[in-house]
């Protein structure tokens, strides 16, 4: 079943202002109801290595696991962390084995759709934000040593904004030779528009403008991708921005079979 | 590396590198910062640093810290904070001048991987794995934990950036026809939308080069000053007529 007709989705990256290279990656496949964005870092230029290598990988992956058939019986949340940890050994024996990519790792977060849910996985500090409504929701969390602050009580969220350590992600693709991947599941009603991000909007630009730009543009999901780019810009711009916008036009319940609609008339 | 200077009656005792993670401070000799008097307490209280961030803690002293005349239990160290234990004082400089974020080399602001976090605390587990067995039917319960998780402060550490826009002229529009005719909005919000969902809408951003309308939805484009316009932003001018959904209005600078 393709999610074409259920799924528009949207996706810029840009260096910033700042910055020679652009060291974000996305993809996306609106049909399959995918997205996927990573933040790269280390070495001189290794980063966009990492993170190009995540999203190329992890994509293709993608893709081979859902066109095998049987997307209903997948168990997404497998899926998704099997493609993180497959894209991770990847990145880190590359790491190991040339010099010029020595260090280099990436952030992650990732988005599949399927039967009427969201299906998240996460690694570092780029997000996926909800808009139902009129109301933004951070659905994942940072692994970031500032946001271990916030959890533990060392800092509020207001100083935060005033903390050296905004750069610090406690994981990354890449890093080691295990990674431990944030998964999540999420119903999902149709109006919704996700949000994946780099920190180079989040750190740019305040919840409540995105917020305003998702509830003003979202009938118009081109303009609110460049809006929000261009506020990180406008703000600055010190880091690669990328965003991706998916809104959910209508409901994408999987169609079930004769012998699962007799198992639930029967109640099993 | 950032420092403590000790003081007593505005007299330099001495002066402390913060070259470790772990600073205790207090009466007994085997403090890092031994201050001998009465009126401070055998372990009296600690910075912990981590890399740039320094945090003082009080350990339940009989006569309290202060922190520039508050009393803390806990305390998130800036750049020239006064720490008052007794009559001492200890002066808290991070040796970054203007230790603004914005003010740092840009290297600074390289994210950086570091390999585990020096504090035991566990993220809450708001999207921990989720259960293999999950049945279609099941209610929403991912869903429900976020929800909870939003009542709180929201954990936005957003845009310590400053905003550029703030010494910017403060924009209007005014409605000139149709029933609110001669109501004012003032332009203070970076996006205002103009028109009627679902049928016309166009915003105006404020940006730091000035105030732009942009046609969002709708067959038809709105008009500045009787001209059309594309899907392009356009830069609004002092006293530029707007025409959307049929209603006419005025762009000016208050």
Same mark, same amino acid.
């Given at each position: 079943m393709s999610l074409d007709r259920a799924l528009e989705i949207v996706t810029v990256t840009h260096p910033g202002m700042v910055r020679s290279h652009n060291e974000d990656a996305v993809v996306a496949d609106a049909a399959r109801g995918f997205a996927v964005l990573a933040d790269g870092m280390g070495g001189y230029n290794a980063g966009e290595v990492a993170s190009g290598i995540a999203v190329n990988l992890i994509s293709e992956g993608l893709?081979?696991?859902?066109?095998?058939?049987?997307?209903?019986?997948?168990?997404?949340?497998?899926?998704?962390?099997?493609?993180?940890?497959?894209?991770?050994?990847?990145?880190?024996? $590359?790491? %190991?084995?040339?010099?010029?990519?020595?260090?280099?790792? $990436?952030?992650?977060?990732?988005?599949?759709?399927?039967?009427?849910?969201?299906f998240t996985a996460h690694v570092g500090d780029s997000r996926l934000y909800r808009l139902r409504g009129e109301e933004l929701a951070q659905i994942t969390r940072d692994h970031s040593l500032l946001q !271990?602050?916030?959890?533990?009580?060392?800092?509020?969220?207001?100083a935060a904004r005033l903390s050296h350590n905004r750069n610090l992600v406690t994981r990354a693709l890449g890093v080691d030779p295990q990674v431990e991947v944030a998964l999540g599941e999420h119903e999902v009603r149709p109006g919704d528009i996700y949000l994946l991000c780099s920190d180079g909007l989040n750190d740019m630009v305040e919840d409540e403008d995105i917020r305003l730009t998702l509830t003003v543009m979202g009938p118009n999901l081109p303009l609110a991708a460049e809006q929000l780019i261009q506020m990180a810009n406008d703000n600055g711009g010190r880091d690669n921005v990328s965003v991706i916008l998916v809104k959910v036009v209508q409901d994408f319940a999987a169609p079930r079979n004769a012998w699962s609609r007799l198992l639930s008339w029967l109640g099993l | 590396m950032a420092k403590l200077i000790l003081s007593l009656d505005g007299q330099t005792v001495r002066e402390y590198l913060i070259d470790k993670e772990r600073i205790t401070i207090g009466r007994r000799p085997s403090n890092d910062i031994q201050i001998d008097n009465l009126a401070v307490s055998g372990e009296h209280a600690v910075i912990t640093t981590i890399l740039n961030d320094s945090f003082l803690e009080d350990m339940d002293s009989t006569?309290?810290?202060?922190?520039?005349?508050?009393?803390?239990?806990?305390?998130?160290?800036?750049? !020239?904070?006064?720490?008052?234990?007794?009559?001492?004082?200890?002066?808290?400089?991070?040796? %970054?001048?203007?230790?603004?974020?914005?003010?740092?080399? %840009? !290297?600074?602001?390289r994210t950086m991987i570091i390999r585990s976090s020096p504090l035991a605390a566990k993220p809450a587990p708001v999207e921990e794995p989720v259960a293999a067995s999950h049945a279609s039917t099941q209610p929403v319960s991912r869903y429900e934990e976020v929800r909870t998780d939003e009542e709180e402060p929201a954990p936005a550490p957003a845009a310590a950036a400053v905003k550029p826009e703030e010494n910017q002229p403060v924009?209007?529009?005014? /409605?000139l026809t149709g029933a609110n005719a001669g109501k004012e909005l003032e332009l203070t919000k970076t996006l205002t939308s103009l028109g009627k969902?679902?049928?016309?809408?166009?915003? /105006? $951003?404020?940006?730091?080069?000035?105030?732009?309308?942009?046609?969002?939805?709708?067959?038809?484009?709105?008009?500045?000053?009787?001209?059309?316009?594309?899907?392009?932003?356009?830069?609004?001018? !002092?006293h530029d007529v707007i025409e959307?959904?049929?209603?006419?209005?005025e762009f000016f600078f208050k």
């Open positions: 893709r081979a696991g859902l066109d095998a058939g049987g997307r209903s019986q997948l168990d997404m949340g497998a899926l998704l962390r099997e493609q993180a940890v497959k894209a991770n050994g990847v990145i880190y024996q $590359t790491a %190991q084995s040339q010099p010029q990519c020595a260090g280099m790792g $990436t952030t992650l977060v990732m988005a599949l759709f399927h039967d009427n849910r969201i !271990d602050q916030i959890d533990s009580g060392m800092i509020t969220p207001e | 006569n309290g810290t202060l922190v520039n005349g508050e009393p803390v239990k806990k305390h998130y160290l800036q750049n !020239d904070d006064v720490i008052e234990i007794g009559k001492y004082r200890l002066t808290y400089f991070t040796g %970054q001048a203007a230790a603004a974020p914005e003010a740092e080399p %840009q !290297d600074f602001e924009a209007a529009i005014q /409605i969902p679902g049928v016309q809408v166009a915003v /105006i $951003t404020r940006r730091p080069q000035g105030y732009f309308i942009t046609h969002v939805q709708g067959e038809s484009f709105p008009m500045v000053n009787g001209q059309t316009l594309d899907a392009q932003a356009h830069v609004l001018n !002092d959307l959904a049929g209603i006419k209005m």
